[in-house]
């Protein structure tokens, strides 16, 4: 099965090579030759938002959804399979908790998780949030 870069209804091409002894000459052979075009990951995912933005009490309960994201991929088959990650996570602390907490980013520490990296949710996993330390999150997903 073959696929070309752009998509055309023909995905390869045949050339029928002649070869002639000399030009005066009626003695000939031919020889075909199929050329595929193999598909191509060329295509980078999109993301629907640019950014997305939520707000949860911080008592909300562990596994719950705390965002969605949304890509998708121009490519056919495998090479369109979009899967999600978290890249790192900027915690912004308290003020009274500033130097004390770890605001690098990280995602070692995350209180978030996305369980399944074919769907983009976003869940609270691994420990509870608490307002009175940290009062907001920036995840980067790719």
């Known amino acids: 099965e073959f696929y070309n870069n752009a998509r055309e209804p023909t995905p390869g091409m045949r050339i029928v090579s002649v070869s002639v002894d000399d030009a005066l000459s009626t003695s000939s052979s031919a020889e075909a030759i199929t050329i595929g ?10 993301f629907a938002n640019s950014m997305v933005i939520a707000f949860v009490p911080e008592n909300v309960a562990m596994g719950s959804l705390i965002a969605s ?14 899967v999600f990650a978290i890249e790192s996570v900027y915690l912004v602390p308290q003020p009274e908790y500033e130097g004390v907490l770890r605001t690098t980013p990280t995602v070692s520490n995350s209180p978030f998780d996305i369980p399944n990296n074919r769907v983009g949710d976003v869940r609270l996993s691994g420990q509870f949030l608490d307002f009175e330390m940290v009062y907001s999150y920036t995840l980067n997903i790719s």
Do not use: F, L
């Open 69 to 82: 994201v949304n890509a998708s991929d121009a490519d056919r088959g495998e090479d369109g399979r979009v």
């Open 37 to 46: 075009v193999s598909r191509s990951n060329d295509n980078t995912p999109k």
